[in-house]
C-alpha cells in the first residue's frame, strides 16, 4: 500500500476533513460502479471473443466454398473472367454495409449490417456466351460468404472498442482502488492526528498556564508571610527594648535572670516561622 | 463515433486476383471518378512490393467511406507490423483466405490478440 | 476418292494428330489423377503421361494456376507445330480455330481502351491461340476511334466487326454483347467456309460441330438471358443461324423471346438431340446434379470422339484441339478440388477416351 507520505497537500481543518470525507465516499460509490460497469463489459467481451474465435473457423470454410464455386466457374468458362469482372464494375456498389450503434453500458459498438441493393447487378450480361449460370451461382455463394464477412467485422469492430474500453474502466477501477481511495483515507488520518495533536497541545499549554499562576500566587504569600513576621520581631523587638530599659531602670540586681527568659521566647518565635514556610511548599507541589 | 461510423459504407478488398474476382461478384466494387476513391478493390499478386501494399494499406485505412477492410491473410503476412498496430476500429481489417492459402488462425492479429488477452495458447 | 490426294499435303498432320490423340488421358489415368492427395503427386502422376516432366522447372510451391499455365503452354506448342506444317486449306481452317480466340483478346483490349488500362497488362492476360502479328498494335491506340479503325484494316476479324458493329456501337453495347455479336458472325463465316471450301468428310463433321457449338451458344444465351432486360431483336442479333435450334427461324425467334426457363426447356427438348440435356440438368441450381454446362460438355466430347473415327478429315485437329482443351479443364478441375480438399466433386471432370 502506498506509504503513509501519500497524501494530498491540504490544511488540516475540520472543513477539510469534511471534504475528504465526501471524497471518500464519492470514490467507493464510484468505484463499485465502475467495477460493475467492467464486469458487464467483461461478459460481453468474452461472449464476442468466443464467437469471434468461432465465426473466424468458420469463415474459412465459407471462403473455400466460394473459392470452389470460383473455381466452378472457371471450368465453365474455360478462362479467367477475373479482367472482365473487373472491367464491368460500375460506380455504385452492389454490396454496401449500414452500421447501426448499439449501447453495452454506455459503450456505443458498431454493428455492421449487409445493404444489398438488388437492382444493382454488374454482371447479368458476364458469361452470356457460357458459364452465365456458374457466374451467378458464385456470384450467390461470395455474396453470402461476404455476410459472413460483414458479421464478422461487427464482431471484431466491437472486439476493438470493447477491448479499448475495458482497459480504460480497469484501470480507472485500479486507480480509484489503489490510489484514490487509499489516498482520501491517509489524508483523513492525517487530518484527524492533526487535530489530535491539536487538542493535546491546547491542553497542555491550559495546565501550564494554571501551573504558572499558582506558582505566581504562592510566591506572593510566602513573601506575604514574611512580612507580617518581620513586623511580629519588630514589634516583639521593640517590645523587648522597652521592657529591658524598664528592668534596667528598676531593677539592677535580677540582670542574669532576665536575660535567660528572653533567650527561651525568641526560639519559640524561630519554630513559628519554618512550619508555615514547609506548608506553603506542599501545597504548590501538589 | 456514431457520426464517423454512419459514413462508412463500403467493403474495400485487397487480394489476388481469384479473391478480388469473387468479391466483385458479391458486388462489393465501386469504381469513380472522385480523386483518391477511384476503385476500392487492388489486386496484389507475388510479385506487388511491400512498398506498394502498404501504401495501398495506407490509402484503404485512411479513406471515410470504408468500413471493413478485407486482405489475404498472406498479403497481410508482408506488412504484418503495420496491420498488427492499425487498432483504430474503423475500418475493421478483416483477414481472410485465399485460394491457394487456407486460413490460418494462428497469423491473425486480432486471434493473437484474443490469445493474448486469456492467455491460453 | 476423296482420300486419294488428302495425304500429300495433310498425311502428315493426320498422323501427328492422332498420334497426339493418343496421348490424351485415359479415364484410368484420371482416375489414378483424382485418388491424388496433394498437387505434388499429381505431378508425379502427370508425369508418366504425354506431358512429362512440364511442371520438373517450377521450384515454388504448386498451385492451381501454375498447372494451368504448364499445360496451356503444352497445347499451344503442339497447335503451333501443326500450324506450322500446314498449307492451304488447312491452315486456312486453323486460322479459322484461332479467330475465336482472336475474339475475346480484342474485347479484352477494346475493355481495357475504354478504361483506359495499362496496356501491357493487357497483353499479357491474351490467349496465345488468339495472338496475330498486330495485336500488339491494336494496344497502342489509346481511343476508341482508332481502335475501330485499326481492328477494320488490319486484323482477320475486320469482315465481322464490318458487317454488324458501328463505332457507335462499341461504345455503347455491352462488352458482352459484342462478344456474342461477333462469335455468331464468326461461327456463321466459319461453317460456310467449313461447307463450301473444304472436301467431304470433314465439311460434315464440321458442320455437325459447328451446329453443336451454335447451338450451345443459343441455349447458354437464352436462359443466361432470362433475368436481363435484352430485348427480342437484340437477342436475335445474338444468336446464331446454324445450328439445328436456329437454322429454323420461328424455333429462333420463340427463343429469343421467351423469358422463363420451363418454356425455353420445353421449346429446346423439342429438338431431338438436345432432349436429355434438360432431364440431368433439372437439378442443376440444386447442387449435386450434372449442370447443364457438364451436359454440353459431355456430349461435345462425344461428338470430338466421334470425329476421330473418320480418316481423311481435317475435322481431327479441331477435335484434338477442343478435347485437349477439355482435358486442360479436367485436370485444373481435378488439382483445384485437390488443392481445396473438396475430394466430394473431384469426379465431375469429363472423360470420353
Known amino acids: 500500500m502506498s506509504g503513509a507520505g501519500n497524501r494530498e497537500q491540504v490544511f488540516p481543518t475540520r472543513m477539510t476533513l469534511g471534504v475528504m470525507k465526501g471524497k471518500l465516499k464519492g470514490a467507493q460509490t464510484g468505484h463499485s460502479l465502475l467495477k460493475r460497469k467492467s464486469e458487464a463489459l467483461t461478459k460481453r467481451f468474452r461472449d464476442i471473443t468466443k464467437r469471434i474465435d468461432d465465426a473466424k473457423r468458420k469463415m474459412g470454410r465459407v471462403m473455400q466454398t466460394a473459392a470452389f464455386s470460383l473455381a466452378e466457374v472457371s471450368y465453365a468458362t474455360g478462362g479467367n473472367i477475373g479482367f472482365q469482372v473487373q472491367e464491368s464494375i460500375s460506380n455504385n456498389a452492389r454490396f454496401k454495409v449500414k452500421s447501426r450503434q448499439e449501447n453495452v453500458s454506455g459503450v456505443y459498438l458498431p454493428q455492421f449490417e449487409a445493404d444489398i441493393n438488388e437492382s444493382i447487378n454488374d454482371f447479368k450480361m458476364t458469361g452470356l456466351g457460357r458459364g452465365g449460370q456458374q457466374i451467378q451461382k458464385a456470384r450467390e455463394v461470395y455474396s453470402k460468404s461476404v455476410e459472413t464477412l460483414v458479421d464478422l467485422a461487427s464482431l471484431q469492430t466491437a472486439f476493438v472498442i470493447l477491448d479499448d474500453v475495458i482497459k480504460v474502466t480497469n484501470r480507472r477501477v485500479n486507480a480509484i482502488e489503489h490510489v484514490i481511495i487509499p489516498r482520501t483515507e491517509n489524508t483523513i488520518s492525517y487530518i484527524n492526528s492533526e487535530l489530535d495533536e491539536l487538542d493535546r497541545e491546547e491542553f497542555y499549554r491550559l495546565k501550564k498556564v494554571q501551573e504558572k499562576k499558582q506558582i505566581a500566587t504562592a510566591a506572593a504569600d510566602a513573601l506575604m508571610a514574611a512580612k507580617k513576621l518581620k513586623e511580629e520581631q519588630d514589634r516583639l523587638n521593640e517590645l523587648e527594648k522597652h521592657e529591658i530599659d524598664d528592668v534596667e531602670k528598676l531593677v539592677v540586681k535580677d540582670e542574669v535572670v532576665k536575660e535567660e527568659e528572653s533567650e527561651v521566647n525568641t526560639k519559640a518565635n524561630d519554630d513559628d516561622n519554618t512550619d508555615l514556610v514547609n506548608e506553603t511548599e506542599g501545597d504548590v507541589i501538589f | ?121 | 476418292m476423296e482420300g486419294l490426294f488428302f495425304n500429300i499435303d495433310a498425311g502428315y498432320i493426320e498422323g501427328l494428330v492422332r498420334g497426339y490423340k493418343n496421348s490424351l488421358i485415359t479415364s484410368s489415368q484420371y482416375i489414378n489423377l483424382s485418388q491424388c492427395d496433394n498437387l505434388e503427386d499429381l505431378k508425379l502422376q502427370l508425369s508418366a503421361t504425354d506431358y512429362g516432366n512440364f511442371l520438373a522447372d517450377i521450384n515454388q510451391t504448386l498451385s492451381t494456376s501454375i498447372i494451368e499455365q504448364k499445360l496451356n503452354k503444352k497445347l499451344i506448342e503442339d497447335f503451333n507445330y501443326i500450324r506450322s506444317q500446314a498449307t492451304y486449306p488447312l491452315s486456312k481452317f486453323m486460322d479459322f480455330i484461332t479467330y475465336s480466340y482472336m475474339i475475346d483478346n480484342i474485347l479484352l483490349i477494346i475493355t481495357g481502351t475504354i478504361h483506359n488500362r495499362d496496356k501491357a497488362e493487357i497483353l499479357k492476360k491474351c490467349n496465345p491461340l488468339g495472338w496475330f502479328d498486330t495485336l500488339p498494335t491494336l494496344s497502342i491506340t489509346t481511343d476508341l476511334n482508332s481502335l475501330y479503325e485499326t481492328v477494320l484494316i488490319d486484323t482477320p476479324l475486320a469482315k465481322y466487326f464490318h458487317n454488324c458493329l458501328s463505332i457507335d456501337d462499341l461504345d455503347d453495347l455491352n462488352i458482352e454483347i459484342i462478344r456474342n455479336i461477333l462469335y455468331k458472325e464468326y461461327l456463321e463465316d466459319f461453317h460456310n467456309f467449313c461447307v463450301t471450301e473444304l472436301p467431304n468428310p470433314t465439311d460434315e463433321i464440321m458442320d455437325r460441330l459447328l451446329n453443336f457449338e451454335a447451338d450451345k451458344r443459343t441455349i447458354n444465351i437464352c436462359i443466361n438471358s432470362i433475368d436481363t432486360d435484352l430485348s427480342t431483336e437484340e437477342k436475335m442479333k445474338m444468336l446464331p443461324s446454324i445450328g439445328l435450334l436456329t437454322s429454323n427461324d420461328s424455333i429462333k425467334y420463340q427463343l429469343s423471346e421467351l423469358s422463363d426457363l420451363e418454356n425455353l426447356k420445353i421449346l429446346i427438348s423439342s429438338v431431338g438431340p438436345y432432349k436429355e440435356f434438360f432431364n440431368d440438368s433439372s437439378s442443376s441450381s440444386t447442387a449435386g446434379g450434372k449442370s447443364l454446362e457438364d451436359s454440353f460438355y459431355e456430349y461435345e466430347m462425344n461428338l470430338n470422339r466421334n470425329a476421330f473415327t473418320q480418316q481423311f478429315t481435317y475435322s481431327t485437329i479441331w477435335a484434338y484441339i477442343k478435347s485437349k482443351e477439355q482435358e486442360i479443364r479436367n485436370i485444373a478441375w481435378i488439382s483445384e478440388c485437390i488443392a481445396q480438399n473438396q475430394k466430394d466433386k473431384i469426379n465431375n471432370y469429363i472423360s470420353v477416351y
Open chain 2, 1 to 121: 463515433m456514431a457520426s464517423e461510423a454512419k459514413n462508412r459504407t463500403l467493403i474495400a478488398c485487397m487480394g489476388d486476383e481469384d479473391t478480388i474476382t469473387g468479391m466483385l461478384l458479391a458486388g462489393i466494387g465501386q469504381v469513380t471518378n472522385e480523386p483518391g476513391k477511384e476503385k476500392n478493390f487492388q489486386i496484389c499478386n507475388d510479385d506487388t512490393k511491400s512498398d506498394e501494399l502498404l501504401a495501398k494499406f495506407d490509402e484503404f485505412t485512411s479513406r471515410d467511406d470504408i468500413a471493413i477492410l478485407l486482405i489475404n491473410q498472406h498479403l497481410a503476412d508482408v506488412i504484418r507490423l503495420e496491420v498488427d498496430s492499425f487498432t483504430a476500429p474503423f475500418p475493421a481489417i478483416l483477414e481472410i483466405p485465399s485460394k491457394d492459402h487456407p486460413y490460418d488462425p494462428e497469423k491473425d492479429s486480432i486471434l493473437r490478440r484474443v490469445r493474448r488477452l486469456f492467455g491460453d495458447s
